[in-house]
């Protein structure tokens, strides 16, 4: 059975930093194209980033160029979002999201249930 599920949200004060893991199961990360989305009240679910199966970032929204970075970790079958000088506008539930399968050769478009990141002092 597939699960994401998505930790380490929380409440911080701007410029400060939060780390969001998302724990996989039922299917394994080094072989899947892997994101990180955000959905803010009102609007659109918008990518984050995006790491490909050899672990390259290969997509990120131009609002967290160098300050969000995108990583996993195989032997935890987990992925990660390091949030660095964080925004109000980076207030937002955060998904993490399992896309292409070089395993499958399909896209598995799981989603995680999110988890809230508040940046506000």
């Known amino acids: 059975q597939v699960h994401l599920v998505e930790s380490g949200g929380g409440l911080v004060q701007p410029g400060g930093s939060l780390r969001l893991s998302c724990e996989a199961s039922?299917?394994?990360?080094?072989?899947?194209?892997m994101m990180w989305y955000r959905q803010a009240p009102g609007k659109e679910r918008e990518l984050v980033e995006r790491?490909?199966?050899?672990?390259?970032?290969?997509d990120y929204a131009d609002s967290v160029k160098g300050r969000f970075c995108i990583s996993k970790d195989n032997t935890k079958n987990t992925v990660s979002l390091q949030m660095n000088n964080l925004k109000p506008e980076d207030t937002a539930v955060y998904f993490c999201?399992?896309?292409?399968?070089?395993?499958?050769?399909?896209?598995?478009?799981?989603w995680g249930q999110g988890t809230q990141v508040t940046v506000s002092s």
């Open positions: 790491i490909s199966t050899n672990g390259e970032i290969t």
């Open positions: 039922g299917f394994t990360v080094s072989s899947t194209v």
């Open positions: 999201n399992a896309g292409w399968s070089y395993y499958s050769g399909s896209v598995l478009n799981y």
